[in-house]
């Protein structure tokens, strides 16, 4: 409905740094093409891609490549969504956004700015298996409704009533969070064994974040930030 999956784009003041802090969690490079007139790179673990934009844009923001991008808008917008900007012309790189629940930004754009990278299957960062994008949901049906109709689809949930509501797609996991601590978008990654990946991170030098947001044990998950602020929960379990 909305395309492939193609990065989690992220205002990065100093791309450098940023490229930097991944390259040291084991995150590979990728080579980028010419899309963008601002300085951009991007850093994948096989399973995510980062998009890294010095330019100032809707931070953070999920963007797909939906190659029929006209007629992709005309039918999101039959379904409901509206759409808050559009760049549409034979000399222009073409691009759409719509703002999801919760006031995320989602980019739909015609063509990739990136070329795949070619990681060994199962190679994952120091960081673990990343397994899904976490946002937090004030009204959890609502939210659930609103992914269903770009494809989206509710494969489990957690409580009773619901605090926790996993939808997925052929090209990403989304977790629904109904939990007040969490304030925004946060890339979520997963490890049995995440207490000694933790151990490692800490040794090597790594800071974490004073307070999780989530009601979690910190013996056992821990939150890291990017320099350029994205959130990197670590997590034993969900």
Not at 148 to 177: C, H, K, M, W, Y
Not at 199 to 216: D, H, I, M, T, V
Request: charged residues 20%.
């Amino acid at each position: 409905m909305i395309g492939r999956f193609l990065e989690l784009s992220v205002h990065a003041p100093d791309v450098l740094a940023s490229l930097a802090f991944y390259d040291s969690l084991g995150f590979t490079q990728a080579r980028t093409g010419e899309a963008w007139r601002h300085p951009y790179a991007v850093v994948t673990d096989g399973r995510l891609a980062i998009g890294l934009h010095q330019h100032e844009i809707p931070s953070p923001s999920l963007s797909f490549v939906l190659p029929e991008l006209l007629a992709g808008i005309e039918q999101l917008e039959r379904l409901g969504i509206e759409f808050e900007s559009r760049r549409l012309g034979t000399d222009v790189f073409n691009l759409a956004e719509f703002i999801a629940p919760g006031g995320l930004t989602v980019r739909l754009l015609e063509a990739r700015t990136f070329s795949p990278v070619s990681r060994p299957p199962g190679q994952t960062s120091r960081l673990g298996w990343f397994e899904e994008i976490a946002l937090p949901a004030e009204d959890l049906p609502a939210a659930v409704g609103f992914w269903e109709r770009l494809g989206f689809v509710a494969a489990e949930q957690a409580g009773d009533p619901p605090v926790r509501i996993g939808l997925t797609s052929d090209t990403l996991n989304i977790a629904l969070l109904a939990a007040p601590g969490l304030q925004g978008l946060a890339l979520a990654f997963h490890d049995p064994a995440m207490a000694g990946r933790i151990a490692a991170l800490k040794e090597a030098g790594f800071a974490f974040a004073p307070r999780l947001p989530l009601p979690l044990d910190p013996a056992h998950n821990r939150l890291l930030l990017a320099p350029e602020g994205t959130p990197l929960l670590l997590l034993t379990g969900e």
